[in-house]
């Protein structure tokens, strides 16, 4: 689904990440930690190619995303679902617009899909704040919210960075219980945080592969999680 | 051809979910439509002039290179002698479709804007006039001018030729002037529509990461952009056309003593033109803004 292999990347002369080696099963929850400025980030962006790997291979969905061009990323992103910390919404649509987008932007009919759309409010806890403006929306409201845009189109592969960063203890067990069961449902999940409290959290619900991110390269978190 | 026509139609029918996804740019509009309509309205102008000036270039090619004038100058008692001999000349010269003496009328009608309509032509010692129309292979003005000397002694001829071709030159180049202009219109408007798209793309730039985010193509992006461009600059070229279709409406109608500035605007079926510049201005818009947002969203991720 998701293949990175040697992958490094370089930024502003520096090396962000080193000889990179990743495979992302489907149905797979993995969970990406390390410290702030470690790499995170990055490395999400090269799973949905908002970046392209300095040297190594990245592979989406079974293609090289060096040979893939700027519509065939933009299409496999329609299969994968982004949830940003600062989650980037058009402050001029409500809530219901902004989680529609992915419909919009793929040529549905989005007003075909109204049900669709209220059940996934529904399951966020959003029903009530659907025409709402996001500036209107508290932190978790929004980080909610962007869960359910990601989640809008069905995709194979959810990409999560720091979805709990900004919010409280509850509202972070709230979004990771819907993480979780996006994953039963078979989607595969890929979680970064520097959070290990949620991680140990989640190790009840789900049977997650930890990912730590320490002096450029990733490895397998071991048992002190 | 029907293809990329049909494409336009659909871009410009419009998505008005699409059209909800790029916010309201303030400036940028406003610029735009300020801009389509000065343009546009300054296109009028070149287009009547450009118009205009072909006309002119057209009866001055077509008037004078036909005719030449004989001019005779002798004493009073000799004219009419003289003029007769070089008419008899003339009817016997091939290529002289026909020749005939002015009248006094029309020799005072010609000396009327520098003397008043009443001049006494006839108290006056000034030479006759003959008007040649050539035939269509034309005659050999030098072999006229020497039979005329041998003949004619006070007898000059004047076959325009020395002030006819640079009036007709002139003319046809204030016609390549005017076109031009508008074609310089046209590559201003062009600028100023990409430095508007760019500023509206510069300021859309978070919308345009999350559209990507979420999976737009860069041709659903620049849609949603080169159509808002286009449809500004197609109402704004409107109004400007309008406005300088007025304008030239408002001038002072064609007149002989105001000669050719009188003459500058639209006659007939040519004032079907100006319909044509706003199609144009929407026709620049589109191709500036695509150019502007393709260029743009190649440098995002």
Redesign the interface.
């Given at each position: 689904m998701i293949e990175l292999e040697n992958v490094a990347y370089n930024y502003g002369g520096g090396e962000l990440l080193s000889d990179v080696t990743l495979k992302v099963a489907p149905g797979s929850f993995h969970f990406l930690t390390g410290p702030s400025g470690s790499g995170k980030t990055t490395l999400l962006k090269l799973c949905y190619a908002?970046?392209i790997p300095t040297s190594g291979h990245a592979t989406l969905f079974d293609r090289d995303v060096r040979e893939m061009d700027?519509?065939g990323i933009?299409?496999a992103?329609?299969r994968i679902g982004?949830v940003?910390q600062d989650c980037?919404?058009?402050?001029?649509?409500s809530i219901a617009?902004n989680v529609a987008?992915?419909l919009?932007?793929?040529g549905r009919d989005?007003?075909a899909e109204q049900a669709n759309l209220k059940d996934l409010l529904s399951w966020v806890g959003l029903s009530q704040r659907a025409n709402a403006l996001p500036p209107e929306l508290s932190g978790g409201e929004r980080q909610r919210a962007a869960l359910a845009?990601a989640v809008i189109?069905s995709p194979d592969v959810i990409l999560a960075d720091e979805p709990t960063g900004n919010v409280d203890w509850d509202m972070s067990q709230r979004l990771l219980t819907l993480l979780v069961e996006l994953n039963r449902m078979g989607k595969t999940v890929m979680v970064a945080t520097h959070d290990l409290g949620l991680i140990r959290a989640a190790k009840s619900q789900v049977q997650a592969r930890v990912l730590r991110i320490a002096a450029r390269r990733v490895q397998l978190a071991g048992a002190d999680l | 051809m029907i293809g990329a026509l049909s494409r336009f139609a659909t871009l410009m029918a419009g998505d008005a979910q699409a059209d909800r996804v790029v916010p309201p740019t303030g400036f940028t509009a406003h610029l735009t439509l300020f801009s389509a309509a000065v343009m546009t309205f300054l296109a009028v102008f070149a287009l009547a002039l450009s118009l205009a000036t072909g006309r002119l270039a057209e009866r001055w090619s077509s008037e004078l290179a036909r005719s030449s004038t004989l001019r005779i100058s002798a004493p009073v008692e000799q004219i009419a002698e003289q003029t007769q001999a070089a008419l008899r000349v003339l009817n016997t010269t091939e290529g002289v479709a026909s020749a005939r003496a002015l009248t006094a009328e029309e020799q005072r009608a010609l000396l009327a804007p520098w003397f008043g309509p009443d001049v006494p032509v006839e108290d006056l010692p000034i030479p006759q006039l003959i008007e040649i129309i050539e035939d269509a292979k034309g005659y050999d003005a030098a072999g006229l001018r020497l039979r005329l000397q041998a003949e004619v002694p006070g007898a000059v001829l004047d076959d325009h030729t020395r002030w006819r071709r640079p009036l007709v030159r002139a003319a046809s180049r204030l016609r390549m002037l005017g076109l031009v202009s508008i074609l310089m219109i046209g590559a201003a408007m062009a600028a100023m529509i990409t430095l508007a798209a760019q500023a509206a793309l510069a300021a859309n730039a978070q919308v345009i990461a999350v559209l990507r985010l979420v999976g737009a193509r860069d041709i659903y992006i620049s849609n949603a952009f080169v159509r808002r461009f286009t449809l500004r600059a197609l109402a704004g070229a409107g109004a400007g056309m309008v406005l300088g279709a007025l304008a030239i409406l408002l001038l002072p109608a064609a007149q002989d003593e105001g000669g050719f500035l009188t003459g500058l605007g639209f006659q007939g079926w040519h004032w079907l033109w100006p319909l044509v510049l706003p199609p144009a201005a929407g026709a620049v818009a589109f191709v500036a803004t695509r150019n502007a947002a393709q260029r743009s969203l190649r440098s995002m991720p």
């Amino acid at each position: 689904m998701i293949e990175l292999e040697n992958v490094a990347y370089n930024y502003g002369g520096g090396e962000l990440l080193s000889d990179v080696t990743l495979k992302v099963a489907p149905g797979s929850f993995h969970f990406l930690t390390g410290p702030s400025g470690s790499g995170k980030t990055t490395l999400l962006k090269l799973c949905y190619a908002a970046l392209i790997p300095t040297s190594g291979h990245a592979t989406l969905f079974d293609r090289d995303v060096r040979e893939m061009d700027r519509d065939g990323i933009a299409l496999a992103r329609r299969r994968i679902g982004v949830v940003h910390q600062d989650c980037q919404f058009l402050d001029h649509l409500s809530i219901a617009e902004n989680v529609a987008l992915p419909l919009v932007v793929s040529g549905r009919d989005a007003l075909a899909e109204q049900a669709n759309l209220k059940d996934l409010l529904s399951w966020v806890g959003l029903s009530q704040r659907a025409n709402a403006l996001p500036p209107e929306l508290s932190g978790g409201e929004r980080q909610r919210a962007a869960l359910a845009r990601a989640v809008i189109m069905s995709p194979d592969v959810i990409l999560a960075d720091e979805p709990t960063g900004n919010v409280d203890w509850d509202m972070s067990q709230r979004l990771l219980t819907l993480l979780v069961e996006l994953n039963r449902m078979g989607k595969t999940v890929m979680v970064a945080t520097h959070d290990l409290g949620l991680i140990r959290a989640a190790k009840s619900q789900v049977q997650a592969r930890v990912l730590r991110i320490a002096a450029r390269r990733v490895q397998l978190a071991g048992a002190d999680l | 051809m029907i293809g990329a026509l049909s494409r336009f139609a659909t871009l410009m029918a419009g998505d008005a979910q699409a059209d909800r996804v790029v916010p309201p740019t303030g400036f940028t509009a406003h610029l735009t439509l300020f801009s389509a309509a000065v343009m546009t309205f300054l296109a009028v102008f070149a287009l009547a002039l450009s118009l205009a000036t072909g006309r002119l270039a057209e009866r001055w090619s077509s008037e004078l290179a036909r005719s030449s004038t004989l001019r005779i100058s002798a004493p009073v008692e000799q004219i009419a002698e003289q003029t007769q001999a070089a008419l008899r000349v003339l009817n016997t010269t091939e290529g002289v479709a026909s020749a005939r003496a002015l009248t006094a009328e029309e020799q005072r009608a010609l000396l009327a804007p520098w003397f008043g309509p009443d001049v006494p032509v006839e108290d006056l010692p000034i030479p006759q006039l003959i008007e040649i129309i050539e035939d269509a292979k034309g005659y050999d003005a030098a072999g006229l001018r020497l039979r005329l000397q041998a003949e004619v002694p006070g007898a000059v001829l004047d076959d325009h030729t020395r002030w006819r071709r640079p009036l007709v030159r002139a003319a046809s180049r204030l016609r390549m002037l005017g076109l031009v202009s508008i074609l310089m219109i046209g590559a201003a408007m062009a600028a100023m529509i990409t430095l508007a798209a760019q500023a509206a793309l510069a300021a859309n730039a978070q919308v345009i990461a999350v559209l990507r985010l979420v999976g737009a193509r860069d041709i659903y992006i620049s849609n949603a952009f080169v159509r808002r461009f286009t449809l500004r600059a197609l109402a704004g070229a409107g109004a400007g056309m309008v406005l300088g279709a007025l304008a030239i409406l408002l001038l002072p109608a064609a007149q002989d003593e105001g000669g050719f500035l009188t003459g500058l605007g639209f006659q007939g079926w040519h004032w079907l033109w100006p319909l044509v510049l706003p199609p144009a201005a929407g026709a620049v818009a589109f191709v500036a803004t695509r150019n502007a947002a393709q260029r743009s969203l190649r440098s995002m991720p």
